[in-house]
T-cell receptor, first 113, second 116 residues
Framework: AQSVTQLGSHVSVSEGALVLLRCNYS??????LFWYVQYPNQGLQLLLK??????LVKGINGFEAEFKKSETSFHLTKPSAHMSDAAEYFC???????????FGKGTKLTVNP | EAGVAQSPRYKIIEKRQSVAFWCNPI?????LYWYQQILGQGPKLLIQ????????DSQLPKDRFSAERLKGVDSTLKIQPAKLEDSAVYLC??????????????FGEGSRLTVL
């Protein structure tokens, strides 16, 4: 069963525009949630994580994500896209009672000049 | 601080042949993971070690895949015999967590396998 669903396999934005990458989770128990980024030909790198301390989580490179229990969402945003943000972004979850980190299918972000 | 090292970066083999991938985690990291990333999909956990022991290998196809972690440090992942559907990037990751999973994993650059 899919634990996280990323809406949109490809997102394209203009440089300077808002970045919004969507992630919804399926869990009756509040999970731990993560966003990872993968630059071309590189391994994944942790952007940010939610562990119930605060609903708005700030990460590296100006990214942030907000945990919304009512919407079972954990969308990733950045106010102004840079060319260097072009990469693939993965939402991931550790469900309550599990020790397994499960990744979504990923969203490829393209930034146009 | 050195990152997670993996080799080889690229490997092309024919089906039914065997292949092995090597991973050296970040020094001091107790937990080591092998993930399989098929093109267009997110990484899928194959096996998780904590020190020398296996924590989770429920998604490892044990009829053809094997993995070991030597002395709680380096690890090798072997595929024998390979099938066409094994074409993927094999990612190794490590974590400092001694118990449980913090979700904070450090990934290597991966080993890209093509099976012809």
């Amino acid at each position: 069963a899919q634990s996280v669903t990323q809406l949109g396999s490809h997102v394209s934005v203009s440089e300077g525009a808002l970045v919004l990458l969507r992630c919804n989770y399926s869990s009756s128990v509040p999970p731990y949630l993560f966003w990872y980024v993968q630059y071309p030909n590189q391994g994944l790198q942790l952007l940010l994580k939610y562990t119930s301390a605060a609903t708005l989580v700030k990460g590296i490179n100006g990214f942030e994500a907000e945990f919304k229990k009512s919407e079972t969402s954990f969308h990733l945003t950045k106010p102004s896209a840079h060319m260097s943000d072009a990469a693939e972004y993965f939402c991931a979850v550790i469900k309550g009672g599990s020790e397994k980190l499960v990744f979504g299918k990923g969203t490829k972000l393209t930034v146009n000049p | 601080e050195a990152g997670v090292a993996q080799s080889p970066r690229y490997k092309i083999i024919e089906k039914r042949q065997s292949v092995a991938f090597w991973c050296n985690p970040i020094s001091g990291h107790a937990t080591l993971y092998w993930y399989q990333q098929i093109l267009g999909q997110g990484p899928k956990l194959l096996i998780q070690f904590q020190n020398n022991g296996v924590v989770d290998d429920s998604q490892l196809p044990k009829d053809r895949f094997s993995a070991e972690r030597l002395k709680g440090v380096d690890s090798t992942l072997k595929i024998q015999p390979a099938k066409l559907e094994d074409s993927a990037v094999y990612l190794c990751a490590s974590s400092f967590a001694q118990v449980g999973n913090t979700g904070e994993l450090f990934f290597g650059e991966g080993s890209r396998l093509t099976v012809l």
